[in-house]
């Protein structure tokens, strides 16, 4: 297939994207902890322009107050936990199939951006975690032309604001854009801007979607 004429951009999330869900360990704690399963994603659910997760993803917080009060919304909804528990369970195993799209969205010329909500990395605890996020970061966050942090530009996605950066970044219309992310929270504002929004389920449903509006072919063989 010839590559999609009418698109210019493909702009991507990267934890769940790029690296298996942070969901996957968190409901792991949950079962080590004897928590109801996706209790924590209700926890960051709850309030969620303004909760301690947004604050801290917009860096309005740091670690220790994090910690505080995700224990206070936590406890709130009837099942203690201290942000300091969670931090640690962000990072996921890389999905280099997903890097084979990126590097194959850019060969065929066109331009890739990165959203990402995250926390400033010195503020997390769990030094195993960072380092595996940061050796999956290192080796995508490079085939990038632009990247915006919510912790670096204070605001978070899903405010439509993060994305008309993005576009204003790569010198591109929304129309023109194909957006993915893990979470439909992040693809709606997306897509009501007029972005192609692919929500991520799993690597070979995201790259069929992806292949269907970019008009590229992606190898189904490679391992997951």
């Known amino acids: 297939m010839a590559p999609n004429s009418s698109i210019r951009a493909v702009i991507w999330d990267f934890g769940g994207v790029f ?5 996957e360990a968190f409901n792991r704690l949950e079962a080590e902890k004897g928590l109801p399963r996706d209790f924590i ?24 107050r994090f910690d505080s009060l995700f224990l206070e919304e936590s406890t709130a909804l009837g ?5 300091r528990e969670v931090l640690p369970r962000l990072s996921g195993e890389l999905r ?23 926390v400033v990395s010195e503020h997390s605890p769990g030094q195993d975690g960072e380092q595996r996020a940061a050796g999956a970061m290192g080796q995508v966050m490079p085939l990038f032309d632009a990247i915006i942090e919510s912790s670096k530009a204070g605001v978070r996605k899903p405010d439509p604001k993060i994305y008309l950066m993005m576009c ?9 854009c194909i957006y993915l992310d893990d979470l439909g929270i992040n693809c709606k504002p997306a897509h009501q801007l ?14 069929a979607e992806l292949s269907a509006a970019t008009g590229l072919t992606f190898d189904a063989e490679q391992p997951a």
């Open 96 to 118: 280099p199939r997903m890097v084979a799209a990126l590097k194959a969205c850019k060969a065929a010329g066109f331009k890739v951006g990165c959203i990402t909500n995250n």
């Open 79 to 83: 099942h203690p936990i201290g942000g």
């Open 168 to 176: 204003e970044l790569l010198a591109v219309a929304p129309g023109s």
């Open 194 to 207: 007029g972005m192609t929004a692919i929500k991520v389920v799993d690597v070979d449903q995201t790259l």
């Open 41 to 64: 994603r209700t926890v960051n659910a709850t309030n969620p322009h303004d909760n301690a997760w947004a604050l801290f993803e917009r860096n309005d917080i740091d670690a220790a």
């Open 19 to 23: 690296t298996s869900s942070p969901f």
